[in-house]
């Protein structure tokens, strides 16, 4: 997987910045725990840090092209993080236009299709990527990120370059970088939104998913080389049915490639069960037995209380698929102390870098990951299917389909999740959060392809499946990539394979629910997969601990910010409100919304103090 990072400046020689460089490559550590290199020259450094996954051996970077003579340059470097699924295809090809290759990474054969096709080579990669690329012919930098953004790579534009890394921490460790935050800043924490190459750290941005960015002399200049298009759907029921198990098919089995242990996470639902089923069958033919891995809780199978997104509980039925499909399974139980253990807290803190956050599920995900790693290098994962199939209670809530916002706004703001609740109205005021909400819906939605003579229903699916994919999926995709690097662990997600995403994107949306249940397609896809109670279970998110005592240590946190006059936060949150949810803690737990919203704040609290974030033109601070 590895970690990237880099500097361009052409007024400066960076031949003499090893240590400015090395101190960003080594923030990255995590990501690229098995070897790290860096390569300079008078405009550009670049960092890696490598996660070895494919030819352990060799595939050392940053990769230079071979040199064309003594003291010359070589043609080309780069500095790669991902995987290229398709890479023994492209291999095979570049063989035979005349490419000799010394390596059996993929790394370089994004290195010679560069050569081969220019900037066209994007066109050819299918996988999960973010890509560095020095090009010394023309002096010229190369940012390019894969079409669903499962890869990060961020960048902060400077007088005369750019500083990048896969994190923020790598362009934060350099000088020329300042962490500071503003209005806009604040209210991209404050939304539970993932905006498109926004970044709450003042003047840092991101790739874009599906965009590539050049560097040169002249600046920056960004191109977008995937998106979305609204096409007709020609196929029948069954065609369409077949079409999303072929590609299935072929994705997983693509997706298991690597020379290091790989598993499988399970949780019993729909998606994950798919993909563990499809594994197993892929290995089949060697005889391998493929592990799977789920999280629990401590008592929380015999306690269980269903709610509303959480209607049965994970356990039985991880255990069930995997004596269905022959996995070996571990449940990975953990209890309140290790959710609340501090340092745990401070490492997902650091994991992700930006005040994002899914309450205890962030945590939950971290322990689990750490477990996995212990056991595999590379896991398997359900993430994407929900937003792929519309398998969102949005997609089919009459209130959220009208709502004239971001719809998991508008539904967590029914349930509690509000993120203005919490803090004083002259504050909220002050950021006009409520314009900055209207105006990014507004541009989301003027994103999304029309299809001509399209019903009003699907229209409307369109757009949520649009929104859900581009402002939703993201944040999941952050949170996925972030607590797995932190510890080493490379995530797979075969259901954002982008031929799959184009395909089902245009599928009307009688035909995704023809069974009257949510991802009715993907049920049908994968039924001869499946044990029955499992390919009719109800989608169940993500579990989260159920105990007061959980939330009555939580809401201390969230106390103290509001009662420290030197928490950045303190001089705007409503003590009222802080009383309220505290009271209720008394007597009973939070909602899941409720705990959201708590950890959120006290996770923007601690990501203002723990980065030493300056506050600029925010109304309350000097």
Not at 64 to 71: C, H, K, L, M, Y
Not at 281 to 287: C, K, V
Not at 325 to 343: F, K, M, Q, T
Not at 561 to 585: H, N, W, Y
């Amino acid at each position: 997987m590895c970690g990237i990072t880099g500097w361009v400046d052409y007024t400066r020689d960076l031949t003499t910045e090893s240590p400015v460089v090395d101190a960003m490559t080594d923030t990255l550590a995590a990501r690229g725990p098995d070897a790290r290199g860096t390569w300079l020259d008078t405009h550009v450094a670049l960092g890696h840090r490598r996660l070895a996954v494919i030819d352990l051996e060799h595939g050392t970077q940053p990769m230079r092209t071979p040199e064309r003579g003594p003291g010359e340059l070589p043609r080309a470097v780069i500095s790669y993080g991902g995987e290229i699924y398709n890479f023994p295809e492209l291999r095979s090809e570049l063989v035979l236009r005349g490419h000799r290759f010394t390596t059996r990474s993929d790394t370089e054969v994004a290195l010679r299709a560069y050569l081969e096709w220019g900037e066209d080579f994007v066109h050819r990669l299918n996988g999960m990527y973010s890509i560095a690329l020095w090009d010394t012919a023309r002096d010229e930098l190369l940012l390019v990120r894969d079409r669903l953004g499962v890869k990060p790579l961020f960048y902060y534009p400077t007088p005369d370059g750019v500083l990048f890394g896969s994190e923020p921490k790598a362009i934060l460790a350099n000088p020329l970088a300042r962490a500071e935050a503003g209005p806009e800043e604040l209210c991209d924490a404050l939304l539970f939104l993932r905006t498109p190459g926004r970044v709450p750290f003042r003047g840092m941005r991101e790739v874009k998913p599906g965009h590539l960015l050049r560097v040169g002399r002249g600046g920056i200049t960004e191109e977008r080389y995937w998106a979305l298009e609204a096409r007709p759907h020609t196929d029948d029921l069954p065609t369409t049915v077949a079409t999303v198990r072929e590609l299935l098919d072929d994705i997983v089995p693509r997706q298991m490639v690597a020379d290091v242990p790989l598993v499988s996470l399970l949780s019993g639902g729909l998606d994950s069960s798919t993909i563990t089923a499809l594994a197993v069958r892929a290995r089949a033919a060697t005889g391998d037995t493929i592990s799977t891995f789920s999280v629990d809780f401590t008592g929380h199978t015999e306690n269980f209380q269903a709610d509303a997104i959480r209607p049965t509980p994970d356990g039985p039925y991880a255990r069930a698929v995997a004596e269905h499909v022959g996995s070996d399974h571990h449940a990975v139980v953990l209890d309140r102390a290790r959710l609340l253990d501090p340092a745990v807290r401070t490492s997902v803190l650091g994991a992700w870098d930006l005040p994002f956050n899914f309450a205890d599920l962030d945590v939950s995900l971290y322990l689990l990951f750490a477990a996995v790693r212990e056991h595999a290098t590379v896991a398997l994962s359900g993430e994407g299917a929900d937003e792929v199939f519309g398998g969102y209670l949005w997609f089919s809530d009459p209130v959220a389909r009208r709502a004239e916002t971001f719809p998991w706004l508008k539904l967590g703001a029914h349930r509690g999740l509000d993120p203005r609740s919490l803090f004083h109205p002259w504050f909220v005021d002050g950021l006009d959060l409520a314009e900055y909400e209207a105006d990014l819906y507004r541009t989301a939605l003027a994103e999304v392809p029309r299809l001509e003579g399209e019903n009003a229903e699907d229209r409307r699916t369109r757009e949520l499946s649009h929104l859900t994919l581009t402002r939703w999926l993201p944040i999941l995709l952050d949170k996925k990539d972030r607590m797995g690097m932190a510890v080493g662990l490379e995530g797979r997600v075969p259901f954002c394979d982008h031929r799959l995403v184009e395909y089902v994107f245009n599928i009307p949306w009688a035909m995704k629910t023809f069974s009257g249940e949510e991802k009715s397609l993907l049920r049908a896809a994968a039924a001869d997969l499946l044990p029955e109670p499992v390919l009719r279970r109800k989608k169940a998110a993500y579990p989260s601990i159920q105990d007061p005592a959980y939330d009555r240590a939580l809401i201390t946190g969230l106390t103290a910010a509001a009662g420290d006059g030197s928490a950045p936060l303190s001089p705007f949150l409503a003590g009222e409100a802080v009383q309220r949810l505290t009271a209720k803690t008394s007597v009973g737990s939070l909602s899941e919304f409720e705990r959201i919203l708590v950890e959120s704040t006290v996770r923007l609290d601690d990501w203002l103090r723990t980065y030493q974030v300056e506050l600029t033109g925010v109304k309350g601070t000097n």
